[in-house]
């Protein structure tokens, strides 16, 4: 089910059951407020993803603030946030997420774009003068900084498992599938598509998704002057979910050059091209049910 809404934060809790995405910022670069970008949304990439009620926040960007004052008064203790990688646009919203700074909170920062170094350095460096004014207390208890090599699947204390892909990008990024009972949605931004036809690799990652939530910052006409970006288009990415099987596209890191009246030409071709493919937009709210599978058949 696919419900959209205007921008805004005042929603209802995601299913306990199932997959369920929340969008909380979709731009890419920089922040764009402004009367020309209310009904997309201004802020840079942060997305909650639920897995049978588990929580997951994939990338830390300036929507990471309002996520967390959806979160703080819940009652989540252990979040886990899962960057794509450290551009700042990604993990400037770090700064202004409340539960960060409550100590009964175990919260785990993780990227996998540093050849299995922790981005512990980085975010320190982030948090201190003369770049912010509060620094993380190098004793806190309640977080803790992990580092993978993306390609490995993570694997968590309660089962839940999530598998990862490099992305090409300056400096390397991750991209995230999330699977549950049949359904899967993979997060894949930032990432510059290599040719004319996806590749192997990465139509086996978004293989049968319901979401391909996708680095669409730019259209075709307007890639060729920004080729080797790190970026790609929303026709490499309607082409990678045909190859895939995959039902939806979530265009996703919106070029922020692009306002609305844009954003809502680019929403028409989606929805013409790929009827349930759209432009994402902050406050949108998707939820996907389990599908019931026979007691012989593995889940995706």
């Known amino acids: ?78 979040i886990d946030i899962l960057l794509s990688h450290l551009h700042q646009d990604h993990i400037v919203g770090l700064p202004f997420f409340g539960p960060l700074y409550d100590p009964d909170r175990n919260i785990k920062i993780y990227a996998g774009n ?17 770049l912010f004014p ?54 894949v931004s930032d990432f510059e598509h290599a040719g004319p036809a996806p590749e192997k690799e990465m139509i ?17 006409e307007d890639y060729m002057a920004c080729k080797g970006w790190g970026h790609s288009t929303v026709e490499a990415g309607l082409a990678l979910c045909a190859a895939a099987g995959a039902k939806r596209l ?5 070029n922020p050059e692009y306002d609305d009246a844009k954003l809502a030409e680019v929403d028409a071709m989606l929805e013409k091209a790929s009827p349930g493919s759209f432009c994402a937009r902050e406050g949108q709210v998707m939820h996907f049910d389990e599908i019931a599978l026979p007691a012989s058949q593995p889940s995706a």
């Open 1 to 78: 089910m696919d419900t959209r809404t205007p921008t805004g934060f005042d929603l209802p809790p995601l299913a306990s059951r199932g997959l369920g995405v929340r969008f909380f910022g979709v731009r890419g670069s920089i922040p764009v407020p402004g009367a020309g970008t209310l009904v997309y949304g201004g802020n840079t990439a942060c997305v909650e993803i639920r897995v049978n009620g588990r929580l997951f926040i994939v990338d830390a960007g300036s929507g990471l603030a309002a996520l967390g004052n959806a979160l703080i008064d819940g009652p989540e203790r252990s």
């Open 114 to 130: 540093l050849g299995g170094r922790t981005p512990e350095t980085a975010l320190r460096t982030m948090f201190s003068p003369p």
């Open 134 to 187: 509060i620094e993380l207390d190098h004793k806190a208890k309640h977080l803790e900084f992990i580092g993978f090599r993306a390609g490995e699947t993570l694997r968590f204390d309660d089962g839940a498992s999530v598998r990862t892909v490099p992305l090409r990008h300056p400096g390397g990024a991750t991209g995230y599938r999330f699977d549950s009972g049949g359904q899967a949605v993979a997060y």
């Open 204 to 220: 086996d990652f978004v293989r049968g998704c319901e979401l391909v939530i996708y680095d669409a910052t730019f259209t075709v």
């Open 250 to 254: 979530a265009a996703f890191h919106h």
